[in-house]
């Protein structure tokens, strides 16, 4: 039976090795000329930038996704380095106790305790309570991100969930817990001040940071070494190796449609391919009101489309600079205050910056040399990609003049940047929508809601539509790999449920 899938990101190489394991024809169609989709690094003379992964959460087997990445991978082939801190924060207004204005972010709870004891010791209880809640995540088997669909689990196992009830409670317990109101607990004027730059000065739930630094701790959340497309083709191999196929430089213009059935897609030129399932693992919106032509909607989908329940996540600006100097002096990433609020074309101010030194990853630089990257979330990604629809010349003109600024301020900051560069790649919302069709640019498709243990309002089936499921990021608020690959292995047991086939990972 042949399935046809839109897209070779993770969620649709993911999707396809899934169904390949398990007896179905795969065929993927991907409009790049190479796998991977947002996962992705591209090559600049003697430098390689990566656009992508800092944390690939299952690095190592004491997170569940690591098991999920190797019935895909040999997760041993790849060497993953775990950060000792996993930011360092330049604070403006305050000092902590030794005279030090930058603060660590330890990712070893032990370290990160000691240090914030020692800096804060009229702090105690609170400090104490927040690494307390960090070591209760690390107690609790986090279960599926991805809801349970009706007929698919057994009664027997939808019992299961019950013992997620305590993780459901904590949760509960700390989600309305924002950087602002844990820092509005805290004495010392340093740490209330570095917790509210968690986010560089936007309130956000504590739970984004506390989660990931439970796992940061147990080493579960590393940086693949040699960057982001190395890492996809590793699952583009093994898609190959399990008889997929893949047409690049193939866009899908339209997904066909018959009493409400999904039966094949149109390629840019025209030609048609059908197949029993198709399954989207392309932006949700071009999916949606391109490909299905707004003929599939919900008052859920709509309200989606309109930004009333969701927020489309940030798009970005992302500077990379290959330079002739290897930085070693420099911390891995620094994020600081700037002298004068920098304006993005876009209409986005900056009072801070983020620096990323990979002076861990020698794959990317040769010796002596290093990648540098400043990285700007933008809510305004479709200022971007209209400005280069409509004047190419202008758009280039804006992002080489505010790369400059950029440049500027690195410069002021840690010396002896400008006259090493050796390599310069600018790449802004427009970029990320031109290879990889995502909406605005969205970098990790819907944000998180305010409440985060609220049930998800997107779905991986379209009502009214059958034989046609969705993958990847746009499938889970806050998207990143984790949903990528999850959601397609849900894909493929939906699709195994369906034909009444036992779901099966070969190795
Ligand atoms: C700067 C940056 C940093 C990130 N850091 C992390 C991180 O540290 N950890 C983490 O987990 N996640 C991170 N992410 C997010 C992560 O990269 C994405 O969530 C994930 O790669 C999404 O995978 P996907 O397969 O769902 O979608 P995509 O990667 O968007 O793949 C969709 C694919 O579909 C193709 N396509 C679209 N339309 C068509 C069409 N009409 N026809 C044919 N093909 C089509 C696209 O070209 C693309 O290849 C980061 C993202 C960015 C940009």
Redesign the pocket.
């Known amino acids: 039976m042949k399935i046809n899938i ?7 190489l993911s999707a396809g090795c899934y169904l390949q394991m398990n007896g179905f024809e795969t065929e993927i ?4 000329t190479r796998p ?4 992705t690094s591209w090559k600049r003379g003697e430098f390689t930038f990566d ?7 299952g690095s190592n087997p004491s997170n569940p996704f690591y098991l999920l990445w190797s019935e895909l991978i040999d997760m041993s082939s790849i060497e993953f380095r775990n950060h000792e801190v996993r930011m360092d924060i330049e604070v403006k207004d305050n000092l902590d106790r030794h005279g030090n204005n930058v603060f660590h972010l330890y990712t070893n709870l032990g370290k990160l305790s000691a240090y914030l004891l020692d800096l804060a010791p009229e702090d105690t209880a609170v400090i104490k309570t927040l690494i307390r809640s960090m070591r209760k995540i690390q107690g609790y088997e986090i279960p599926p991100m991805i809801r349970s669909v009706p007929g698919l689990l057994p009664f027997w196992q939808k019992i299961k969930f019950v013992k997620h009830l305590p993780l459901l409670f904590f949760l509960m317990r700390w989600e309305k817990q924002t950087n602002f109101s844990f820092a509005r607990k805290l004495k010392n004027p340093f740490l209330k001040e570095a917790f509210q730059l968690l986010f560089d000065g936007d309130e956000m739930p504590l739970l984004i940071i506390t989660l990931p630094l439970a796992f940061n701790d147990k080493m579960g959340v590393g940086y693949p070494v040699g960057g ?1 497309l190395n890492f996809a083709r590793k699952i583009e191999e093994r898609y190959l190796g399990l008889g997929g196929m893949i047409r690049y430089n ?4 339209e997904i066909i449609t018959e009493n409400s059935h999904a039966t094949g897609i149109i390629l840019s030129d025209g030609t048609k391919v059908f197949s029993a399932i198709t399954i989207s ?3 949700w919106h ?1 999916t949606l009101f391109t ?1 299905l032509k707004g003929k599939y909607t919900s008052k859920t989908i709509l309200a989606l489309k309109e930004h009333r329940n969701l927020e489309v996540y940030y798009s ?1 600006f ?1 500077l990379s600079l290959g330079v002739s100097r290897s930085v070693r002096e420099l911390p891995r990433m620094l994020r600081f205050p700037v002298a004068k609020d920098l304006v993005s074309p876009d209409g986005t101010r900056y009072s801070r910056m983020e620096a990323h030194f990979y002076t861990y990853d020698p794959t990317l630089a040769p010796e002596g040399k290093c990648v540098v990257t400043v ?1 700007f979330y933008s809510k305004n990604g479709d200022y971007w990609i209209g400005l280069r629809r409509s004047d190419p010349e202008e758009y280039k003109k804006q992002k080489t003049a505010f790369a400059e600024e950029i440049i500027g301020v690195l410069e002021k900051k840690f010396g002896g940047i400008r006259d090493a560069i050796e390599e310069t790649d600018i790449a802004t919302p427009a970029t ?1 929508h031109r ?4 909406w605005q640019g969205s ?3 819907w944000l998180p809601g305010k409440n985060l243990i609220a049930p998800s309002p997107v779905d991986i089936v379209i009502p009214g539509l059958q034989d046609f499921y969705l ?4 499938t889970q608020p806050g ?6 690959i999850k959601s397609a292995r849900t894909v493929a047991q939906m699709i195994c449920h369906k034909y009444h086939k036992p779901f099966v990972v070969s190795k």
């Open positions: 839109i897209g070779a990101g993770v969620a649709g169609f991907e409009k790049h991977g989709g947002l996962c656009g992508c992964i800092h944390w690939l959460l982001s193939t866009c899908v213009e693992a392309a932006d071009y490909a970005v992302l990285k990320y290879y990889t069709n995502n970098t990790q498709g993958a990847g990021q746009w998207g990143g790999l984790p949903v990528a």
